[in-house]
């Protein structure tokens, strides 16, 4: 089947900058749409941002002007960029696969990665 997994969370300090990266593997034809949530405690899951494979990107207004979204469609991969980090800015984060062709079916598929802490406090 497919697996998504994040790396590159951690803590760093207000202002602070982290890389976070993706990559989705299996048996993948496609994929439409991935992109970057979060969750902090006690709150729902919220859209940071998404690229899609011809590279349109979207993003939440509360990262906009700090956070980046970059794709490598060889690669199934994505990433983000994420400076001027603010404590608001704690939160696990989930890397999502949407829209995702598995070679040999048919239909679409979404798949979630396992979330990687990123902590902002000094």
């Known amino acids: 089947q497919v697996q998504v997994v994040e790396s590159g969370g951690g803590l760093v300090q207000p202002g602070g900058s982290l890389r976070l990266s993706c990559a989705a593997s299996?048996?993948?034809?496609?994929?439409?749409?991935m992109g970057w949530y979060r969750q902090a405690p006690g709150k729902q899951r919220e859209l940071v941002g998404t690229?899609?494979?011809?590279?349109?990107?979207k993003y939440a207004d509360s990262v906009k002007g700090r956070f980046t979204i970059s794709r490598d469609n060889a690669k199934n991969a994505v990433s983000l960029q994420m400076n001027s980090l603010k404590p608001e800015d704690t939160a696990v984060y989930y890397c999502?696969?949407?829209?995702?062709?598995?070679?040999?079916?048919?239909?679409?598929?979404?798949?979630w990665g396992q979330g990687t802490q990123v902590t902002v406090s000094s």
């Open positions: 999502n696969a949407d829209g995702v062709v598995i070679r040999g079916t048919f239909g679409k598929y979404r798949y």
């Open positions: 299996g048996s993948i034809f496609s994929i439409d749409t």
């Open positions: 690229i899609t494979s011809s590279n349109r990107t």
